[in-house]
């Protein structure tokens, strides 16, 4: 597996991932507009994702709100020579015209992945879990998935935590559910610890919670795959190396 980091772009996070790059295979980058874009960035490592703005940044899709910053950070993307970027399809606040929801995000995925032809980018939807704190996340299981990935041609990035975490809002178990989810043929993964039991994300350090970490490996072969530690500090991701070192089948 080609194993990489997620970080933002603050001063901070660039000093780590300046230390990061001589370790890890990549680096996943989340970005907005507010980040000034550091046009030496691309020869610190010649390896990037990125991740483009969602509902931290009340970013949704779904409703075309913040379509320009996601075109942003396609753009930003192709100027790094990123090997993907990285969306969620959007949120809805109850199940009334999910239908409208789902639609409207196809929609509008399907656009942003010709825009990311242009900038020679592959664009990925990012499965996500049902819950979050404040609404419903579309994407979250394996029909809307399908669905997605099919009418907009984007690929697929497996996040295994919040398969696990939809898996359990779904009532379904989760190694049925995630070798489900990994049918759709993902491109990359993502890859984090949790509370299991839980239907909300939290996005821990390696070893720090509970979940099935060991089963989550066995699906990796040779593709990219993006811890999303919290908090994103050096120390936590030279821990994680360690901790893959045991826990890799």
């Known amino acids: 597996m080609k194993l990489g980091a997620k970080l933002h772009l603050g001063r901070d996070d660039l000093d780590i991932i300046k230390k ?3 370790i890890y295979d990549f680096i996943e980058v989340y970005y907005t507009e507010h980040h ?3 046009s030496t960035i691309n020869k610190l490592f010649d390896h ?15 409703l075309n709100r913040g379509i320009n910053h996601v075109k942003s950070s396609i753009k930003f993307a192709g100027n790094i020579k990123a090997r993907y970027a990285i969306v ?18 196809i929609k509008v995925i399907k656009k942003l992945n010709e825009f990311s032809k242009k ?10 879990p ?3 704190i404040a609404h419903m996340e579309l994407g979250s299981n394996v029909e809307e998935m399908e669905m997605i990935l099919k009418k907009t041609g984007c690929g697929f990035c497996l996040d295994f935590s919040h398969a696990y975490h939809a898996s359990v809002s779904y009532k379904i178990n989760y190694k049925k559910f995630i ?3 990994y049918k759709l043929k993902p491109n990359m993964f993502h890859l984090y610890d949790g509370i299991a039991g839980q239907e909300v994300d939290s996005h821990l350090p390696l070893g720090k919670g509970n979940l099935d970490i060991p089963f989550f490996l066995k699906f990796v072969k040779n593709e ?5 530690i919290s908090p994103p500090t050096l120390e936590n991701y030279l821990d994680a190396i360690e901790y893959l070192k045991n826990k890799r089948p």
């Open 179 to 181: 070798k489900n989810m």
């Open 119 to 128: 900038h020679r980018v592959k664009l990925l939807v990012e499965n996500v």
């Open 88 to 105: 969620h399809a959007g949120f809805l606040h109850s199940e009334k015209n999910k239908n409208f929801y789902i639609k409207n995000a």
């Open 36 to 38: 000034l874009f550091n």
């Open 48 to 62: 990037w994702v990125v991740h483009c703005p969602h509902h931290h940044d009340s970013i949704n899709l779904a």
């Open 130 to 132: 049902l819950k979050s």
């Open 224 to 228: 990219f795959v993006t811890l999303e």
């Open 20 to 22: 990061l790059v001589k």
